[in-house]
């Protein structure tokens, strides 16, 4: 009895076939990497929505007391942790700059206000960060792209967060986000808070 041997006959890809798997993961490699890095850059942003939320509720707190906002040009950590020796890792740089408005339109600084500290919004402001490489992203803002109109007898803060989302990139681009809190006659001498917006800065 004579046992035929079936060999099995081994078939490679085709040319054909394999530029065809190259173009499909092309296709989904172009469509995955940019909302990989969509999700990557909205988590870290996430950072800042519950801390500009605490520094807000400090400075409604403080200005109850003082009738003033407190300006800081370094409100993290002080503001918001009580243990700044054990402070959370962070992305962003937080700023609290206030100002008060007088009745006669007058901007308020420390030589015509008890001393106190105080930025003045027609001057605009000079949004600066640094990054883990060392380049900071630098942009100036002026009140109107802050929406904010001065009126008299009005205090004012923006409570503002600012990074390079890509540190390894060498342009400047920052992602700002900021909240103001506005206090007035047309608000009824209450504390007014402003959503979260944010804009991107820089070139």
């Given at each position: 009895?004579?046992?035929?041997?079936?060999?099995?006959?081994?078939?490679?890809?085709?040319?054909?076939?394999?530029?065809?798997?190259?173009?499909?993961?092309?296709?989904?490699?172009?469509?995955?990497?940019?909302?990989?890095?969509?999700?990557?850059?909205?988590?870290?942003?996430?950072?800042?929505?519950?801390?500009?939320?605490?520094?807000?509720?400090?400075?409604?707190?403080?200005?109850?007391?003082?009738?003033?906002?407190?300006?800081?040009?370094?409100?993290?950590?002080?503001?918001?942790?009580?243990?700044?020796?054990?402070?959370?890792?962070?992305?962003?740089?937080?700023?609290?700059?206030?100002?008060?408005?007088?009745?006669?339109?007058?901007?308020?600084?420390?030589?015509?206000?008890?001393?106190?500290?105080?930025?003045?919004?027609?001057?605009?402001?000079?949004?600066?960060?640094?990054?883990p490489s060392g380049t900071k992203c630098?942009?100036?803002?002026?009140?109107?792209?802050?929406?904010?109109?001065?009126?008299?007898?009005?205090?004012?803060?923006?409570?503002?967060?600012?990074?390079?989302?890509?540190?390894?990139?060498?342009?400047?681009?920052?992602?700002?986000l900021f909240r103001h809190i506005l206090?007035?006659?047309?608000?009824?001498?209450?504390?007014?808070?402003?959503?979260?917006?944010?804009?991107?800065?820089?070139?």
């Amino acid at each position: 009895m004579i046992n035929s041997i079936t060999r099995a006959t081994h078939k490679g890809f085709t040319l054909i076939e394999l530029m065809i798997s190259i173009v499909i993961l092309g296709i989904i490699a172009a469509i995955a990497i940019p909302t990989y890095k969509t999700y990557v850059s909205n988590a870290k942003i996430a950072e800042a929505y519950p801390t500009i939320d605490e520094l807000s509720k400090r400075q409604i707190s403080f200005f109850s007391d003082q009738k003033y906002f407190e300006s800081s040009t370094w409100a993290y950590p002080q503001l918001v942790w009580d243990d700044p020796d054990n402070r959370p890792n962070r992305r962003f740089d937080y700023t609290t700059p206030a100002g008060k408005i007088l009745a006669d339109g007058t901007e308020c600084s420390a030589a015509i206000c008890d001393g106190h500290v105080f930025d003045q919004l027609s001057l605009g402001f000079s949004m600066t960060t640094s990054s883990p490489s060392g380049t900071k992203c630098q942009q100036e803002l002026e009140q109107e792209e802050l929406g904010i109109k001065l009126v008299d007898n009005m205090d004012w803060t923006i409570i503002r967060a600012m990074q390079r989302m890509d540190p390894v990139n060498t342009t400047t681009t920052c992602t700002f986000l900021f909240r103001h809190i506005l206090v007035s006659p047309d608000t009824n001498g209450v504390p007014v808070t402003s959503p979260v917006l944010k804009i991107n800065l820089g070139k």
